[in-house]
């Protein structure tokens, strides 16, 4: 009998040791099972998101190719398209790492929580999120096309990650006025106007930001 072949018409067994009891490579060169991306891949991933993020912040949605990106990136457009299904989810994923990378710093927040009143408790929100946006030149410039470009992030969406990502802030606007005992206000209300306020402000202020101040971060 060859060796291998069942008679019972099931698949043999192959036996402890063998070629056939090794797992099989799947997608990628991955082991069948291994979904998760190799730490090679991330950081191809993250060196593409960081070089395109400054490219996005200096000339716009529509101001740039995945050609030009790619350059940039040091990758060729296969490669480019290897992480990314097309230039919409570059920019998506690029917003979406820039807004995640935002940090509200304690000093602002306790800012806030000394804030002698409703109106200075609202301003030093105000101040607490400019603060936070001011500490990443790109998420400014980023800002800037997003809205004024009417690029492919959805502004709903734009507005609802931002929101997240200086959610510490409205919380600690909403622990002053409960603390004390502020008179009724709408604090989603208040936030999404402080909120509308900052984007302008960054808006017009990264305009006039020199470009060399964003060249280095392609280091």
């Known amino acids: 009998m060859q060796k291998g072949i069942s008679l019972t018409g099931k698949a043999p067994v192959p036996e402890v040791g063998s070629e056939a009891a090794k797992p099989r490579k799947g997608f990628a060169g991955r082991n069948q099972g291994e979904g998760l991306p190799s730490s090679r891949i991330l950081k191809s991933r993250e060196r593409i998101l960081a070089a395109c993020a400054v490219q996005f912040a200096l000339r716009g949605y529509h101001g740039v190719s995945t050609r030009e ?52 408790a609202i301003s030093n929100a105000l101040k607490a999120m400019e603060n936070t946006l001011a500490l990443s030149p790109l998420v400014g410039r980023l800002l800037q096309y997003s809205f004024l470009e009417g690029g492919p992030f959805p502004a709903e969406d734009l507005r609802a990650r931002l929101e997240r990502a200086l959610s510490p802030i409205r919380i600690a606007l909403e622990v002053w006025l ?16 402080i909120l509308a306020q900052v984007v302008v402000r960054q808006s017009m202020s990264t305009l006039m930001v020199d470009d060399t101040i964003l060249m280095p971060m392609l280091a």
């Open 69 to 120: 990106l790619a350059h940039e990136a040091q990758v060729n457009e296969v490669t480019l398209f290897r992480h990314f299904p097309n230039k919409v989810e570059i920019y998506r994923a690029v917003v979406t790492s820039q807004l995640d990378k935002l940090e509200v710093r304690d000093e602002v927040l306790t800012q806030i929580s000394k804030s002698r009143n409703v109106r200075e």
């Open 178 to 193: 409960e603390a004390a005992d502020a008179p009724s206000l709408n604090v989603e209300q208040t936030i999404l106007g």
